[in-house]
């Protein structure tokens, strides 16, 4: 069993950056893939970024590439989302997740094959 607590999100201008952050509990931690999901009102759920256990490997949304970045500290239980350059678009609740996954891209990628799912930060981005 893995609880998953976010943090960081808030109120910021456009052109502006946040750091979110998801804090694990459980062993395992570092046995997961984690990522990051968003979800705007009247929207579906829909994949940000994303890290191997080991974080060698990433994926990322084509809507933020070279702006976010993704990252974990395994020995602190805890993956980062560091989001610059933010648009009014990136307003949404952020919501981390973390999975058995395999170490690709395109697993990783997928909604279902996480498990474990956070409650979410409020991010909103003014223009």
């Known amino acids: 069993q893995v609880q998953l607590v976010e943090s960081g999100g808030g109120l910021v201008q456009a052109g502006g950056s946040l750091r979110l952050s998801c804090a694990a509990s459980?062993?395992?931690?570092?046995?997961?893939?984690m990522g990051w999901f968003r979800q705007a009102p009247g929207k579906e759920r829909e994949f940000v970024a994303a890290i191997s256990w080991s974080g060698g490997i990433t994926n990322y949304a084509d809507s933020v590439k070279g702006r976010f970045t993704i990252s974990r500290d395994n020995a602190k239980n805890t993956e980062y989302l560091q989001m610059n350059s933010l648009k009014p678009e990136d307003t949404a609740v952020y919501v981390c997740a973390a999975g058995l996954i395999p170490p690709t891209r395109q697993a990783m990628g997928v909604i279902r094959n996480y498990d474990y799912w956070g409650q979410g930060t409020q991010v909103t981005v003014s223009s």
């Open positions: 459980g062993r395992t931690f570092s046995s997961y893939a």
